[in-house]
């Protein structure tokens, strides 16, 4: 079964200090993770995925097939930064996209000045 | 370019009514989803389309149905409402199998 779990419902942090939110997923088959953001009365937005390799807004995401993790990384947290994030799966079967992206329940970020 | 446009923004029912939530996308994607969000469950996949005329089911399809006529919408539609879908609905598109979801504002539906 697909399945997206992230631990932690609040993880406050203090300005500057080093953020980690974790995901770990449940599949068999060859998948596709995501980052998304929902800023406070903002759409949900794309963040990053994994096979973009990318760094966005300090943010990096490494998929760990062994552990089956996608930890959301940033080495010094912004106020800004303070949102809910959800870690996203998109599993791949029989050579094409299950087109069913399964969403994680989401970490609120807080940002302490 | 508007994007992805739910309407309406918020909704307020009785239990039993009927009532259709809109999407509409003008960036020309395929596929179209509505997700559910709940506090402590995130976002639930109710139904999804990957084209006109192609729908399938999500992971909480009971008690909505969906229709994609066009390429453009995809409606929501709540036969007969209950208390337990008072939600945050939202739409989502996107190009294609493999490319970023795009979500609209939400809807915010009440059911008493």
Redesign the interface.
């Known amino acids: 079964a697909q399945r ?1 779990t ?1 631990p932690e ?1 609040l993880l406050s942090v203090f300005k500057g200090a080093p953020v980690e939110l974790k995901c770990n997923y449940s599949y068999s088959g060859s998948p ?1 993770l ?1 980052w ?1 953001v929902q800023y406070s009365r903002q ?4 963040l990053l ?1 994994h096979i973009s390799r990318e760094s966005i807004k300090g943010f990096t995401a490494d998929l760990n097939k062994g552990e089956t993790s996608f930890h959301l990384k940033k080495p010094f947290a912004q106020e800004e930064d303070s949102a809910m994030y ?1 870690c996203a799966l998109r599993g791949y079967l029989y050579g ?2 299950t ?8 970490t609120l970020l807080a940002v302490q000045p | 370019n508007a994007g992805v446009t739910q309407t309406p923004k918020f909704q307020v029912l009785k239990t039993g009514q009927s009532m259709t939530l809109q999407c509409a996308q003008d960036m020309n994607h395929e ?1 179209m ?1 509505w ?1 559910r969000q709940d506090p ?6 109710i139904h ?1 389309s ?1 084209g006109a005329g192609i729908t ?1 089911q ?2 909480v399809p009971n008690g909505y149905n969906v229709s994609r006529s066009t390429t453009e919408d995809f409606p929501l539609r709540l036969l007969s409402a209950a208390p337990s879908q008072t939600s945050v609905y ?1 739409c ?1 598109s996107s190009r294609g ?2 490319s ?2 795009h ?4 809807t915010r539906l009440t059911v008493t």
């Not at chain 1, 087109?99 to 989401?106: A, Q, S, V, W």
């Not at chain 2, 979500?103 to 939400?106: A, K, S």
Request: net charge positive; aromatic share 20%; glycine share 18%.
């Open positions: 997206v992230q419902k596709e995501f998304y759409r949900l937005q794309l995925r959800y094409g996209a087109n069913k992206l399964i969403f994680g329940t989401g | 596929y989803s997700y402590g469950m995130g976002l639930r996949l999804y990957v399938d999500g992971e939202f989502a199998q493999d970023p979801l979500f609209g504002n939400g």
